[in-house]
């Protein structure tokens, strides 16, 4: 075997590895092509567009309504655990920048302070009612009734507020600490801080994309299951 195909073959092993639950078959049927490809460096620009699998990081696939209880118990805890550390960071930061208003003599650094106190606002407030509104999993009776807690779960993925309130929540931030920084008077410092909190605005818009799109086809396939019980209920 030569080095090209061995390079080729660890590439594609790496995707099949790390693709999420949901990618793993679409990873593996790429893995496959690459091994029986002639060609060692047609192989080898086969498994790095392969890469790509990656980047589409959605769950495993329902296959029975059974699996809707204890995929609703990881739904919730998964947003409760968000939403409180949004609210933990939106505390912080709110705290730290009305501290430091008074501290800026310019309008520039008290508005970059006060569009972080807003944002750290609408956030906190949001993820408080988010978690007060979901109880936890061993407090909440509705898993013992399959179709009510199906139903449960089909109406919180149909949810997509939260994407606009932690997106506003991240632009106040960044711009609000780029403008403190600005405040001062930029140096290098400043500047690289600038465009960190801008990559990180930036990686969060593909992530809440993909988070609805996986809550999107996670409802396609609660629909097709209750479809299909209606279907054999009938028969």
């Not at 390079?7 to 893995?31: F, H, M, N, Q, Y």
């Not at 750290?120 to 993820?127: F, N, R, V």
Request: proline fraction near 2%; charged fraction near 25%.
């Amino acid at each position: 075997m030569t080095l090209v195909r061995m390079v080729a073959l660890t590439i594609s092993d790496e995707v099949v590895r790390w693709a999420s639950p949901g990618c793993k078959e679409w990873a593996e049927g790429l893995e496959r092509e690459a091994r029986v490809i002639e060609s060692d460096w047609a192989a080898l620009r086969w498994s790095i567009g392969s890469t790509r699998v990656l980047l589409d990081r959605r769950p495993a696939s329902l296959t029975s309504l059974d699996e809707v209880p204890a995929e609703t118990q990881k739904f919730v805890e998964t947003t409760r655990w968000r939403a409180g550390f949004i609210l933990a960071m939106s505390i912080m930061q709110g705290v730290f920048c009305s501290l430091h208003f008074f501290h800026f003599r310019n309008f520039l650094g008290r508005a970059g302070c006060a569009l972080v106190v807003l944002g750290s606002i609408l956030a906190g407030t949001y993820s408080l009612m988010e978690r007060r509104r979901l109880k936890e999993p061993w407090k909440d009776d509705i898993y013992d009734d399959l179709l009510a807690c199906t139903t449960f779960y089909r109406e919180q993925l149909k949810r997509f507020d939260f994407l606009w309130i932690y997106l506003s929540y991240f632009l106040c931030w960044s711009l609000g600490e780029s403008m403190c920084g600005g405040a001062y008077g930029y140096d290098v410092f400043d500047v690289v801080c600038s465009w960190i909190l801008v990559c990180m605005f930036l990686f969060m818009l593909p992530v809440m994309h993909q988070r609805k799109q996986n809550n999107l086809r996670r409802i396609e396939e609660i629909d097709a299951l209750l479809a299909e019980r209606k279907h054999g209920a009938e028969l």
